[in-house]
């Protein structure tokens, strides 16, 4: 079973840059039917998506946050990573890394679900 | 984008009781509908996936029901490590989105 590590700083200041990586073992971020994905918990808003990266690097955001955020993901050290740009008060949240299984339904389409999560690592932005 | 509603945002009960939580999305996501269990610092775990479907390791008297837009969680008998926020998140399409939480408390 894969096991997700996030690391960073827990303290950013304001307008600057909030950097994150995702360690993944017991499984690789080039193989099977999932995303690499990023969600935080924010006392007043609950879970909140963020986006993910696919092993392709082909990515999806969040629209709320498309214009400050950037995923990318190290297939050699087996992690990926969460930048966000100018960030304020309301960017101080729990943020967990998190696998997103793609299930393929036949005739039906494709549903997504995040079936592996790390423990959470607490930022706060002041 | 699909909005999801879960209701009540809190809940107070004792251990042995039988627990339902609710979840309304703004537009159909078939069965496309799943629930996570979360507790501080702890990884949150995926319960019921495709609305009904108990994830592996998940126990029995955790069971999920509904289609289209209503959907309900049910805790057979509640267990003292049962007391957790629990959410609802659609699967259907992007952004994924996630119920507002139902904290389930000790009565």
């Known amino acids: 079973q894969a096991q997700l590590q996030e690391s960073g700083p827990g303290l950013v200041k304001p307008s600057e840059t909030l950097s994150l990586t995702c360690s993944v073992a017991?499984?690789?971020?080039?193989?099977?039917?999932?995303?690499w994905s990023w969600i935080r918990q924010t006392p007043g808003k609950g879970l909140e998506w963020i986006g993910y990266?696919?092993?392709?690097?082909?990515?999806n955001y969040n629209p709320s946050l498309k214009s400050r955020l950037t995923l990318s993901l190290d297939t050699s050290k087996n992690r990926f990573s969460l930048t966000l740009t100018s960030v304020t008060a309301a960017d101080t949240a729990v943020y967990y890394c998190a696998r997103l299984w793609v299930v393929v339904v036949p005739a039906a389409g494709v549903a997504y679900y995040t079936d592996v999560w790390g423990k959470g690592t607490t930022v706060t932005v002041s | 984008d699909i909005q999801l509603t879960q209701s009540p945002g809190s809940v107070s009960a004792s251990v042995g009781d039988r627990v339902t939580i609710a979840c309304r999305a703004s537009q159909d996501v078939s069965s496309w509908l799943a629930w996570y269990q979360l507790k501080p610092g702890k990884a949150p775990k995926l319960l019921i996936y495709g609305a009904s479907n108990l994830q592996d390791g998940v126990p029995s008297r955790f069971s999920g029901s509904g289609s289209g837009t209503d959907f309900t969680l049910t805790i057979s008998s509640l267990q003292p490590e049962d007391f957790a926020t629990y959410y609802c998140q659609q699967a259907k399409s992007f952004p994924i989105a996630f119920g507002q939480g139902t904290r389930l408390e000790i009565k």
């Open positions: 990266v696919f092993h392709t690097g082909s990515t």
């Open positions: 017991g499984g690789s971020v080039s193989s099977g039917p999932y995303y």
